[in-house]
């Protein structure tokens, strides 16, 4: 073997680490563009009102630097947080049944998105393509609600307290499911060393529900403080 050699396999811990945190980051940032999108459309509506000239390059920018400004970069801190968490508990659910259970993992998804295409394709706000996007989004990550009372009738979302705890007792069945697929004994299954004994002899099977609840209840706390942060700032 060479000395230095590559290996794709070292890597392959840190490319999920970096898909995580590249979708939250996606979350967070899709929000701060709706709402930099409204600020430019605003202004230009009030000049077409007043009959002045459109908006130039470099108004554009001028709200640009100043939407940036009034930045709450305590809040994106918190939001994307929130949103890592709550990602790495669902991947987590969501592999391990994979792992225990095969193909059956297709019906638990294709039922999570046809359930939450049907919520978004009800709102007159959202299209097909929309509502199927975001349903697809929603298998492995949230869409917190828009700060704006307009925004949110604009681009509704789903109850953050019905949807977060749906997802966790989702999450929590499919924990189980998996747990059981390991009591079962299944030969393909090698995740501990001993699939013969009940799972819970083995002190490392306790390791992904340790993930699991910390995650989850992480995420749920950062969403609350995100809520109380942005709540604080209107009065």
């Known amino acids: 073997m060479l000395k230095g050699e590559f290996h794709f396999g070292d890597l392959s811990t840190i490319f999920?680490?970096?898909s995580v945190i590249s979708l939250s980051w996606a979350l967070v940032t899709y929000d701060q563009k709706i709402s930099l999108i409204k600020a430019i459309k605003r202004d230009d509506e009030?000049?077409?009102?007043?009959?002045?000239?459109?908006?130039?390059m470099d108004e554009m920018i001028n709200?640009?630097?100043?939407?940036?400004?009034n930045i709450n970069f305590k809040n994106i801190a918190l939001l994307f947080s929130a949103h890592f968490f709550w990602i790495v508990s669902r991947l987590i659910a969501l592999s391990l049944f994979a792992f225990g259970c095969g193909w059956i993992i297709w019906v638990a998804c294709v039922s999570h998105v046809m359930a939450t295409f049907v919520w978004h394709w009800n709102e007159n706000n959202y299209n097909f393509m929309d509502s199927l996007r975001l349903s697809f989004l929603h298998v492995f990550a949230y869409?917190?609600?828009?700060?704006?009372?307009?925004?949110?009738?604009?681009?509704?979302?789903?109850?953050?307290?019905?949807y977060l705890f749906v997802c966790s007792l989702e999450n929590v069945v499919l924990m189980g499911l998996w747990s059981q697929s390991l009591?079962?004994?299944?030969?393909?299954?090698?995740f501990i060393k001993s699939c013969r004994l009940p799972p819970w002899n083995e002190w490392n099977?306790?390791?992904?529900?340790?993930v699991q609840f910390v995650t989850i209840c992480l995420s749920f706390l950062?969403?609350?403080?995100?809520?109380?942060?942005?709540?604080s700032q209107k009065e």
Not at 46 to 56: L, M, Y
Not at 64 to 69: E, L, M, P
Not at 222 to 231: D, H, S, W, Y
């Open 16 to 18: 999920p680490i970096f």
């Open 46 to 56: 009030h000049r077409q009102t007043h009959q002045s000239s459109g908006i130039t």
């Open 63 to 69: 709200i640009v630097i100043q939407y940036i400004g």
């Open 143 to 162: 869409l917190y609600p828009l700060e704006n009372e307009s925004d949110r009738r604009e681009y509704p979302r789903l109850s953050p307290v019905f």
């Open 183 to 190: 009591i079962e004994g299944n030969d393909r299954l090698n």
């Open 205 to 210: 099977f306790f390791i992904p529900w340790i």
């Open 222 to 231: 950062l969403f609350i403080l995100f809520n109380k942060e942005r709540q």
